[in-house]
T-cell receptor
Framework: NAGVTQTPKFQVLKTGQSMTLQCAQD?????MSWYRQDPGMGLRLIHY???????DQGEVPNGYNVSRSTTEDFPLRLLSAAPSQTSVYFC???????????FGPGTRLTVL | DQQVKQNSPSLSVQEGRISILNCDYT??????FLWYKKYPAEGPTFLIS?????DKNEDGRFTVFLNKSAKHLSLHIVPSQPGDSAVYFC????????????FGTGTRLKVLA
C-alpha cells in the first residue's frame, strides 16, 4: 500500500494563479480531509469529505474548492492564489470518524 | 478562538525520564481525542487516542490521560528516547459522529541523550 500520496511536494505560484493539489489514497477510506499548517497555528481543517460525492467546509475554507468524484482521490483547488495561502498542505484519510487519520507527506506551497 | 490549546511550545527532557505533554480544550462536546507525532518534512503520524468515556489509555511507552472536568488531557512518554524528539499535536473531534477535528498548535519535544 502506498497509503496517502500528495503531489506536488513543492510549488511556487504567483498571486492570482490557480492550481490543484492532488491527493490519493489506496486504503479504500471513505473519509478524507485537507489541512494547512502554519507556524504557531497547528493544523487547520480546510475541507473534508465523508464519501464520494459528499464534501463540507472546515475551519478555513475560503479560497479553496474540493470535489470527491471517486473514493481514492480528493483534489484541493486554489482558485486565485494569494500570499496568505503560503503554507504546508496535508491531506489525510481514515476508515471512520473515530479512527486515526493517515496523513500524506505534505505539499509546501509558496505564493509570491 | 482556539478550542484546543497546547500552551507549551517546547519541552526538553533527558533520555530515560518521563515526558509529559499537555493539552487543554474548551468545548465539553468533544468526545474523542488523539495524539499525533510529526517529524520535519513528514506528515503527522498517529500515536494514541482516547474516548471521552475513558480516563486513561496505554500503548507501550505512551499513556494518555483525560480529565473531563478540567477539560485537560496529557500524553506521558516513559521512558523518553532520542527518537521521540518531534512535534506533538493533540486533536479533538468536533462533535460526536462528525469528521471535523480541531488540532492544537503543537509542542516540540526534544529528548536529550
Amino acid at each position: 500500500n502506498a497509503g496517502v500520496t500528495q503531489t506536488p511536494k513543492f510549488q511556487v505560484l504567483k498571486t492570482g494563479q490557480s492550481m490543484t493539489l492532488q491527493c490519493a489514497q489506496d486504503m479504500n477510506h471513505e473519509y478524507m480531509s485537507w489541512y494547512r499548517q502554519d507556524p504557531g497555528m497547528g493544523l487547520r481543517l480546510i475541507h473534508y469529505s465523508v464519501g464520494a460525492g459528499i464534501t463540507d467546509q472546515g475551519e478555513v475554507p475560503n479560497g479553496y474548492n474540493v470535489s470527491r468524484s471517486t473514493t481514492e482521490d480528493f483534489p484541493l483547488r486554489l482558485l486565485s492564489a494569494a500570499p496568505s495561502q503560503t503554507s504546508v498542505y496535508f491531506c489525510a484519510s481514515s476508515y471512520s470518524t473515530a479512527s486515526e487519520q493517515f496523513f500524506g507527506p505534505g505539499t509546501r506551497l509558496t505564493v509570491l | 478562538d482556539q478550542q484546543v490549546k497546547q500552551n507549551s511550545p517546547s519541552l526538553s527532557v533527558q533520555e530515560g525520564r518521563i515526558s509529559i505533554l499537555n493539552c487543554d480544550y474548551t468545548n465539553s462536546m468533544f468526545d474523542y481525542f488523539l495524539w499525533y507525532k510529526k517529524y520535519p518534512a513528514e506528515g503527522p503520524t498517529f500515536l494514541i487516542s482516547i474516548s471521552s468515556i475513558k480516563d486513561k489509555n496505554e500503548d507501550g511507552r505512551f499513556t494518555v490521560f483525560l480529565n473531563k472536568s478540567a477539560k485537560h488531557l496529557s500524553l506521558h512518554i516513559v521512558p523518553s528516547q532520542p527518537g521521540d524528539s518531534a512535534v506533538y499535536f493533540c486533536a479533538a473531534r468536533g462533535t460526536s459522529g462528525t469528521y471535523k477535528y480541531i488540532f492544537g498548535t503543537g509542542t516540540r519535544l526534544k529528548v536529550l541523550a
